[in-house]
């Protein structure tokens, strides 16, 4: 396959535009669509994403488009926009995406009217022939911008484009690793913004260490569940884009996600932090998601159903605390 050198980038919140930044030091040439036309006179003129990444200089050769099919002049087109927002998106593109580009994923979030997964709904929209990748993985956009040491997922069937993506993506300090499994990489970046809101609660209610351990190893638990019974692969879900964004985002209160259940945990309302946020936290909106997917495919996911509860149905924190505690005791794996 020829080398990927023209990458367009489809959104530039703060990952589209770290991931622009990082297709430059990868020596590509890179069309940003951004749909907010301050965005893109910022991006032009004055090197910086003022709005969504404010404070670093980015390389002066990225080019910001308002049009956004410009971004299709490309051998590969990154996908970042919001979970929420792609379907539209990507059938704003659709009559126009050049026959055989791939795709790549790189938004996390399962789409609320219809439950599915990110690569699905692009399918849905797109060209049957387009090749449909996944990005995912633990990647702060505010380090990643800043070329510090970072390492994500690269999942698709096809082993031969997808290693052709990695090529045109890696540097030494973002280093993708090829899997086959979108399914598992994509239901591990989408359910740990949950699990994250979730840890930020325990951690915002002083509930203590134990308690956060004990989330995210049971968080794991579910989503490992969710993604087998969707036809993904445990192992997919102990590598970067499972295991390893659930342990950076529940963590750190650099996380929208976590931040917010952090605030939540603290007392304060949703609307109250979320009136005064522009970024995206993807976990508030795939919570009903996730809660609708795991309904059919019978999966159980008391932790996703809490977290919906106190979110979108009014349920007492307290009282949906002490709930989790109370389930009867079992066994620790599937017996
Ligand atoms: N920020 C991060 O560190 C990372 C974010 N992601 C994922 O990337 C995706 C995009 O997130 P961010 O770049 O952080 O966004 P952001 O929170 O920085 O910015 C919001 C973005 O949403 C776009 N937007 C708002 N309304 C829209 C609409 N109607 N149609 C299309 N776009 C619309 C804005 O133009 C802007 O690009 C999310 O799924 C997020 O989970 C993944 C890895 C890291
Ligand atoms: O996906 C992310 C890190 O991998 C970003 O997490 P937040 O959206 O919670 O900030």
Known sequence: MEAMQRIGVIGAGAWGTALAQT??????????????????????????????????ALDSAIHATEEITDALAADAVLLVVPAQHMRSVCAALAPRWPTGVPAVVCAKGIEQTSASLMHETVEDVLPADVPVAVLSGPTFAAEVVRGLPTAVTLAMDDAHVGRALVDAIGTPTFRPYYAPDRIGAEIGGAVKNVMAIAAGIVDGRKLGDNARAALLTRGLAEITRLAVAKGGRAETLMGLSGLGDLVLTASSLQSRNYSLGHALGEGKTLEAVMGGRKAVTEGVYTASAVVALAKDLSVDMPICAAVDGVLNHQADLDETIRGLLNRPFKAEHSI
Do not use: Q
């Open 23 to 56: 297709l430059r030091r990868a020596g590509r040439d890179v069309i940003l669509w951004a749909r907010e036309p301050e965005v893109v006179d910022a991006i032009n003129h004055r090197n910086e994403n003022t709005d969504f990444l404010p404070g670093v």
